[in-house]
């Protein structure tokens, strides 16, 4: 809103309600990407059909509104798998730019709910789907609270939700493990969750829980746990590991009774296949920072 106001400002010779109006419609305009993104997803599955090579999860993922590069990775994971209902739970969603959920419910159809913690937060995600002209008849569910293990299912079952849902984001920093262990009221196809890369591809450790854990009191690095250790409780839980964005760690999950034919699961070494000399040394340091706090091996 910002760079919106300073546009403004430099622009004359028009009102400014309508100056305002013709910026949001570009704005609207250059994340409206729903005909290019069909148009993919289609050719994904023309691949699929034909039974021709499938394209690596390396090489398919593109931003629109997530972090890095989930957007695309969930378009092709949903283009192989097909859609159940399209309804999504998004666990820590944040603001609409750098979430999981936002390209699923602006371009691809999805609703569904969006928990937050942060009271600021939830308003501006409120007012951008409230005026997002695809989402705004039948915007998403939005809850401001925090969430726990304790809490976590009747929070989606009082809004309504329960059973299979198309996907499961999860992104709090901090008692991620645990949230995700105790979740049962919803079957995901997909999940997506944040994982501590800096443990590496052995150590499989988390935080020990505890309901009102905050990072900021103690350390911003001192959260969630390591990739081994979401690799496992994924495969207690039937999932298994398919992709992974481009940094490695944002990893995501299909249940086991989907898609094995064309997403078959990888190895916790795939994804480490980005790793510069200075991600690797940002990595060393920040486990440095963090190694002799307390970590539970799980």
């Known amino acids: 809103m910002n760079i919106l106001n300073r546009m403004v400002k430099k622009l004359s010779g028009k009102s400014i309600n309508r100056i305002r109006t013709e910026i949001n419609q570009i704005g609207w305009q250059t994340h409206n990407q729903q005909i290019v993104q069909r148009q993919i997803s289609m050719n994904y599955q023309m691949l699929k059909n034909n039974k021709e090579k499938l394209p ?9 509104y997530s972090q890095v590069d989930e957007d695309g990775l969930l378009l092709y994971i949903f283009s192989l798998i097909g859609f159940s ?20 419910i602006c371009n691809l159809g999805f609703t569904g709910l969006l928990v937050e913690g942060n009271a600021d937060s939830v ?22 609270l ?3 293990a304790e809490n976590i299912n009747s929070v989606i079952t009082d809004n309504g939700i329960s059973g299979e849902i198309d996907l499961f984001s999860l992104d709090v920093d901090g008692v991620d493990y645990w949230l995700w262990k105790n979740l049962s009221v919803v079957r995901p196809r997909v999940v997506i969750a944040e994982a501590a890369t800096y443990w590496g591809n052995e150590k499989s450790v988390t935080i020990p829980y505890n309901p009102k854990f905050d990072r900021f009191n103690i350390h911003p690095d001192y959260m969630g746990a390591s990739l081994p250790a979401f690799i496992k409780l994924g495969r207690k839980k039937g999932y298994r590991l398919v992709a992974c964005n481009r940094y490695g760690y944002n990893i995501i999950f299909i249940r086991d009774d989907i898609g094995t034919d064309v997403l078959p699961e990888i ?11 200075e991600l690797k040394q940002k990595r060393e340091k920040r486990l440095k920072s963090i190694i002799n706090y307390e970590w539970v091996e799980v």
């Open 56 to 64: 690596r999860f390396q090489d398919v993922g593109f931003r629109v």
């Open 85 to 104: 209902n399209k309804i999504l739970v998004d666990i820590a969603c944040g603001v609409p730019y750098g979430a999981n959920s936002t390209n699923l």
């Open 123 to 144: 308003e501006a995600t409120k007012k951008f789907y409230a005026s997002h002209p695809d989402s705004c008849i039948f915007p998403p569910k939005q809850e401001c």
């Open 146 to 148: 925090w969430v726990t």
């Open 267 to 277: 190895s916790v070494d795939e994804c480490f296949y980005f790793l510069s000399v």
